[in-house]
């Protein structure tokens, strides 16, 4: 049996995008680089420019038994932010106007995850992000 993931756009409009993400470990074992926001999917802006990027503006999240590290997606992947195992949190970046994710050199501006510590039954995570875009 796979594990079980899931990623929902809770909202998609021309400044902003919200998304949630959970994991269930059931046999597959950790992510590595998993493509969460593809932002040439999201939604262009009211002037029909596609999205380049995000800035993580809020991160709500919950671990259980895992650690998730969020990346930037470029020639060589750039550590965005950690969330830490069994832990639950809200982190509000907004009042500086958040994390970029075209980070690094070349950057795709796409969001990415990678899981460690997932192997026992129950490991898991749900972590939804407020994204504001970039055009």
């Known amino acids: 049996m ?4 899931t ?3 809770i909202l998609d409009g021309p400044r902003q995008a919200v998304m949630s993400f959970t994991y269930q470990y059931v046999d597959a074992g950790n992510e590595t680089a998993v493509t969460k926001v593809d932002v040439s999917a999201l939604e262009s802006s009211a002037d029909g420019d596609a999205c380049t990027a995000v800035r993580i503006a809020e991160v709500w999240y919950s671990t259980q038994g895992l650690t998730v590290e969020i990346l930037s ?5 750039i550590f965005m932010m950690h ?3 069994d832990f639950t949190d809200h982190i ?6 958040g994390i970029s994710s075209s980070l690094g050199t070349s950057p795709v501006g796409d969001v990415l995850f990678t899981t460690t510590g997932a ?3 129950g490991d898991s995570y ?3 992000l407020r994204m504001i875009k970039d055009y």
């Open 2 to 5: 796979a594990d079980v993931v």
């Open 7 to 9: 990623s929902t756009t």
């Open 73 to 77: 997606d470029a020639s060589t992947d």
């Open 83 to 85: 969330l830490p195992a």
């Open 92 to 97: 509000d970046m907004s009042a500086f106007g």
């Open 119 to 121: 192997g026992t039954t």
């Open 126 to 128: 749900n972590v939804v």
